[in-house]
């Protein structure tokens, strides 16, 4: 979420997303290609990548997203029936019209 286009900071809008109880966390501390598994080349039995030198890979829309913009839930919170979604969805619906009140926080 860019706070420019969104209207208020990611750190802010995932807070008032946990006050209206749509628990989340603002991101990865690294982007998985920067994850030791990927620069050690552990993958096992899995050797399709071996080619790949991780170290001089360079994603940085992936980088942006998981230090400034991303925000993740929890997968089993999108297992639940259609009224759970309903009210996730109406959650961030409320925390956006209202973002306005977010912006100096």
């Given at each position: ?63 942006t997203?998981?230090?400034?913009q991303?925000?993740w ?6 297992l639940?029936t ?24």
């Amino acid at each position: 979420m860019d706070a420019l286009e969104l209207g208020a900071p990611q750190p802010a809008f995932l807070k008032a997303l946990e006050a209206e109880g749509i628990p989340n966390f603002g991101g990865y501390p690294l982007p998985l290609y920067r994850q030791r598994l990927f620069l050690d080349r552990q993958f096992g039995p899995y050797a399709g990548c071996q080619g790949v030198d991780y170290a001089k890979t360079s994603c940085p829309n992936c980088e942006t997203i998981c230090y400034e913009q991303g925000g993740w839930f929890e997968h089993r919170m999108l297992l639940g029936t259609r009224a759970d979604m309903d009210d996730i969805i109406a959650a961030f619906r409320k925390v956006y019209d209202n973002r306005d009140k977010l912006r100096d926080s």
